[in-house]
């Protein structure tokens, strides 16, 4: 489960920044918290933020921290598949000369929920314009205070101490700059960095905010839905929690084409026909835009709930109803169906979840862009108001963050220059 996810110097985010899911000391939803060792933790954070300010960078700062965790092996000089490393050199601060040559910082605290000795970690890295400068990887027992040191990376400094022997030969034979210690060290079969590794990969991430994203998301199949009738039904049972018009899914596959290597299927859904016991068939594609959202949730909603791991939504709303969203939410917040403590990290405009019927304060959290387009990241459980309080857990969230109470929220001028126009 992830804890803590720290970075700096991306996109609009110039100074470091922390979306912390640790759970804080309070009383609203106190048996929603997981406890894994010595860690309690939460299962939901819903990022909040006007337009343009910065809520989907921080969606875009995890993804490419973790895409750079699978694939940087493969950004060396001597790679065979011709990917270099420019064109995955995170974006920095660009409004500023002293941070657009700069490194940026990308860090995670988490914890394995396999581990059945209750090991927490921190992993962490900086990339600037010609590879990697700074690695590290830390790991704290469940009985110790504090984290001790599995690798350190810095420049030409390298300590591998907490590698085997063997592993840090070939660790030194191989590294480049370009690449990361854990990448590497998956690829060479290093238990240690294998967990790691293998910690990014399996966290899912959904951009609802981009066209093409939504275009083959909606294609996906989840697994074993074509071949298991189990796997079938369990997909009908989740449409049927918000919408029961669809009774059954008729799925044909469609003949290759010669170089196709992939297998394609034609999905119609089955409607019951008004005073009679046959069926209509509308082909998916022609189903409402949001009955195509959760059909392309329902795959990454499989795989992290079985897994446990963690899910990233950018604009979750974006043509869903507020009570279906709000079904999505309970999901993950519901122990008897997220077994394995999967969360759910999610951008949104939807106020109407801004509730305290629903989420903790520290659940709930906020992006601000200042008028030198420099974002900020704050937590609805550490604001102070002009008056130096903190926000109580019976206040209408709601109704203050549209208030301007919160802060996050536009700044809006009258439309009424089409006047000069007229």
Not at 4 to 20: G, H, M
Not at 199 to 204: M, V, Y
Not at 239 to 249: E, G, H, L, P, Y
Not at 339 to 367: G, M, Y
Request: hydrophobic share 35%; glycine share 6%.
């Amino acid at each position: 489960m992830l804890l803590q996810f720290n970075f700096k110097n991306y996109k609009s985010f110039r100074d470091e920044v922390s979306l912390d899911l640790s759970a804080a000391k309070m009383t609203e939803f106190s048996d929603r918290i997981v406890t894994l060792g010595n860690e309690k933790i939460l299962s939901i954070a819903a990022i909040y933020g006007a337009n343009a300010s910065g809520k989907s960078n921080v969606y875009d700062a995890f993804e490419y921290m973790s895409e750079y965790v699978k694939n940087s092996f493969r950004f060396g000089g001597d790679s065979k598949d011709g990917e270099g490393f420019e064109q995955y050199r995170p974006t920095p601060f660009l409004l500023d000369t002293g941070t657009e040559n700069a490194e940026s910082m990308f860090e995670v605290y988490f914890v394995l929920k396999d581990d059945k000795k209750g090991k927490s970690y921190n992993y962490g890295f900086c990339v600037g314009k010609n590879g990697v400068t700074e690695e590290w990887l830390n790991s704290k027992a469940r009985t110790a205070r504090k984290y001790s040191t599995v690798f350190y990376r810095q420049g030409n400094e390298l300590d591998l101490s907490g590698l085997p022997k063997k592993s840090q030969d070939n660790i030194k034979v191989a590294l480049e700059d370009e690449a990361l210690i854990v990448s590497l060290g998956a690829k060479l079969k290093i238990s240690k960095l294998k967990a790691v590794r293998d910690w990014f990969i399996s966290n899912e991430f959904a951009d609802f905010g981009d066209p093409v994203s939504n275009f083959f998301m909606s294609r996906l199949l989840p697994k074993g839905f074509v071949d298991n009738p189990a796997v079938k039904r369990q997909v009908l049972n989740y449409f049927a929690s918000f919408d029961n018009s669809i009774k059954d899914f008729n799925i044909e596959q469609i003949p290759r084409e010669k170089d196709s290597k992939d297998d394609t299927y034609k999905i119609t859904a089955l409607h019951k026909k008004i005073g009679s016991d046959d069926y209509a068939e509308i082909p998916l594609s022609g189903e409402s835009a949001g009955t195509l959202k959760m059909f392309a949730l329902y795959p990454e909603l499989q795989e992290v709930l079985d897994k446990g791991s963690v899910f990233f939504i950018d604009e979750l709303n974006a043509r869903l109803h507020p009570l279906l969203v709000r079904n999505f939410i309970l999901t993950f917040l519901n122990s008897k169906i997220n077994k394995n403590h999967a969360q759910l990290v999610f951008t949104t405009h939807d106020t109407w979840q801004l509730s305290n019927n629903l989420l903790r304060r520290d659940e709930i959290w906020f992006t601000e862009k200042n008028t030198d387009g420099i974002s900020t990241l704050y937590s609805l459980a550490d604001f102070v108001d002009k008056d130096g309080t903190k926000i109580r857990k019976d206040e209408s969230y709601e109704k203050n963050y549209l208030l301007g109470k919160y802060g996050a929220i536009p700044s809006l001028k009258s439309i009424d220059f089409f006047k000069e126009v007229l």
